[in-house]
């Protein structure tokens, strides 16, 4: 897989993420719903070094 096609993944599982954020009731997250979505965010952040190395 080319660079352009792992910027292409990652910007569509950061838009899906940040999409999934908005639709969330505030008042029914729980702390297992924050930590899945740290989770999402640190595989986003390896992504992103392993195309920019």
Known sequence: MDDNQTIEQIKARLEKFLADIDR?????VNVEDID???????????KVKSVSK
């Open 24 to 28: 969330v009731d505030p008042d029914s």
């Open 36 to 46: 899945e979505w740290i989770g999402l965010l640190d595989q986003l952040e390896e």
